[in-house]
């Protein structure tokens, strides 16, 4: 009996022990990124709607079928109806047809919105 307290007391100061020094995590190097809420220049401009900074990165090279959690910007432009973007990101050779990791395409993205502009450009032009 004398064994099973000194054993459960045993275990019950060990586990906080051992938690604790996982859950702490301090690095003293200066080297490192901080990727938190970081969000792509490029999808941000889609997601405003400021068609002339999606224009002007198009034309300095950003990809128009570049992804960010698995979405790209034709999807994004879909979901928060920004039909004069979806015009621009389709005519410099975004895909229609893409799919995310959930096998939805923009025109899913724009009827779960119920983004009726993005929804008609994206019939119009697949």
Known sequence: MRKTIMTALMI????PVGFASEEVKISDSKNYELNINKVDPFFM???KGDLD????????GSDVNLRL???T???YAARYNRADIIRLLIGKG????AKDDKGNTALKFAEL???KEAMDVLKEMS
């Open 94 to 97: 975004a895909y229609l047809q």
């Open 73 to 75: 910007p034709l999807m």
């Open 45 to 47: 401009a889609v997601i």
């Open 69 to 71: 959690d698995g979405k």
């Open 53 to 60: 900074t999606v224009a002007k990165m198009i034309e300095e």
């Open 12 to 15: 019950l100061f060990i586990i």
């Open 113 to 115: 919105a119920n983004a």
